[in-house]
C-alpha cells in the first residue's frame, strides 16, 4: 500500500456533499504543518517525519510521487497510506444497517485506519521542540470532519 497524497482524496472528499472534507483540511493546521517550519528547519530531516506525510517510508510512495506532495500532515498520516481503499470499490461502500462491520472490515483489510488518540500522540509528544500537550476539544473542529464515528474523543470529556 502505498501513499497517494492528499490530492487525489480530494477528488472525491471534497465540496458540499462531502461537507468539504479535503477544503477544511487544506485551512487546518495539520496541512500547513511544513510551510510552518522556518527554511532552516525544513532541512533538518528529524523535524520532517511529523511535519509531512510518509516522509521515513519512501518506498511506499506512489510512483511518481515528489515530497512536494507530501508535505504537511496530510490525509494519509491519520488514515494510513491510501493506494488501495482509495478505488471507488472500498471507498464507496456505504455503511448500512445490514452489514456495517463487514463493510468497515474491508476497508481496513484495504489499509485504512480509524484513527485513535494513540496515533495521534506519535507525533504529538515531547519529540517536537514545539510541543504542547494536545487539547482534546479543539480536534473536532480543527480536523473538522463531519461525523466522527469512533469515540476517541470521548474518553477526555469531563
Ligand atoms: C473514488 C472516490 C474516493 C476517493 C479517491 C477516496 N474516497 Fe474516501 N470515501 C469515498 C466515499 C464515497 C466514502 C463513503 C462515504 C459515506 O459513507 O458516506 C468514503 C469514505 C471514506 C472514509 C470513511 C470510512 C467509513 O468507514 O465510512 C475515510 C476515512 C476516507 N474515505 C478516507 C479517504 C482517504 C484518506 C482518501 C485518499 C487516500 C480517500 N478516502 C479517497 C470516496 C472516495
Ligand atoms: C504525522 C504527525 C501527526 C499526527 C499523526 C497528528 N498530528 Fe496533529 N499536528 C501535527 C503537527 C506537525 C502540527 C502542527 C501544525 C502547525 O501548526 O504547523 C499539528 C497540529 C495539531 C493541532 C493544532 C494545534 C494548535 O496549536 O493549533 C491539533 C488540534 C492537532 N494537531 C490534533 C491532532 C489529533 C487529534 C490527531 C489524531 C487524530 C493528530 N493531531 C495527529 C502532527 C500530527
Ligand atoms: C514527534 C513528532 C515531531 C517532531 C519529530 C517534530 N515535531 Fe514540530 N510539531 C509536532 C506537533 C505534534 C506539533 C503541534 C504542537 C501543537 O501545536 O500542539 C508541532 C509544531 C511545531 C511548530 C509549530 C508551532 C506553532 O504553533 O506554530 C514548529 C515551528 C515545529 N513544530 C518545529 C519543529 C522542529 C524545528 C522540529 C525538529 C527539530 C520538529 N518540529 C520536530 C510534532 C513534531
Ligand atoms: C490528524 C488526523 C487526520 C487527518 C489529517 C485526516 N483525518 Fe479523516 N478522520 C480522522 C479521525 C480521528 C476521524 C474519525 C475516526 C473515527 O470516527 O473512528 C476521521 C474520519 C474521517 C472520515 C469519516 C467521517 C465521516 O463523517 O464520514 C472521512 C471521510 C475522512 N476522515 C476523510 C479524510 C480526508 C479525505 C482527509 C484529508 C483531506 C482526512 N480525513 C484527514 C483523522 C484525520
Known amino acids: 500500500m502505498k501513499y497517494v ?4 482524496c480530494g477528488v472525491c472528499h471534497s465540496g458540499r456533499e462531502q461537507k468539504y472534507i479535503y477544503e477544511r483540511w487544506s485551512l487546518s493546521p495539520h496541512a500547513q504543518a511544513y510551510s510552518d517550519l522556518s527554511w532552516e528547519e525544513r532541512r533538518l530531516v528529524k523535524c520532517l517525519g511529523c511535519h509531512t506525510t510518509g516522509y521515513w517510508e519512501r518506498d511506499k510512495w506512489f510512483r511518481g ?3 512536494a ?3 504537511g500532515v496530510q490525509c494519509e498520516a ?6 488501495r ?3 471507488p470499490d472500498v471507498m464507496n461502500l456505504k455503511f448500512t444497517e445490514e452489514n456495517p462491520l463487514k463493510q ?3 476497508k481496513i483489510a484495504s489499509g485504512l485506519k480509524y484513527p485513535t488518540l494513540d496515533d495521534c500522540k506519535k507525533c504529538h509528544n515531547e519529540k517536537c ?3 504542547k500537550p494536545l487539547v482534546i476539544e479543539k480536534p473536532l473542529i480543527d480536523i473538522a470532519h463531519p ?3 469512533g469515540d476517541i474523543f470521548l474518553e477526555n470529556e469531563p
Request: glycine share 10%; proline share 11%; hydrophobic share 15%.
Open 69 to 71: 506532495e507530501l508535505q
Open 104 to 106: 468497515r472490515n474491508k
Open 5 to 8: 497524497g492528499a490530492e487525489r
Open 129 to 131: 521542540p514545539k510541543y
Open 147 to 149: 461525523q466522527p464515528r
Open 78 to 83: 491519520c488514515h494510513g497510506p491510501g493506494s
Open 85 to 87: 481503499y482509495r478505488k
Open 65 to 67: 510521487l515528489t515530497m
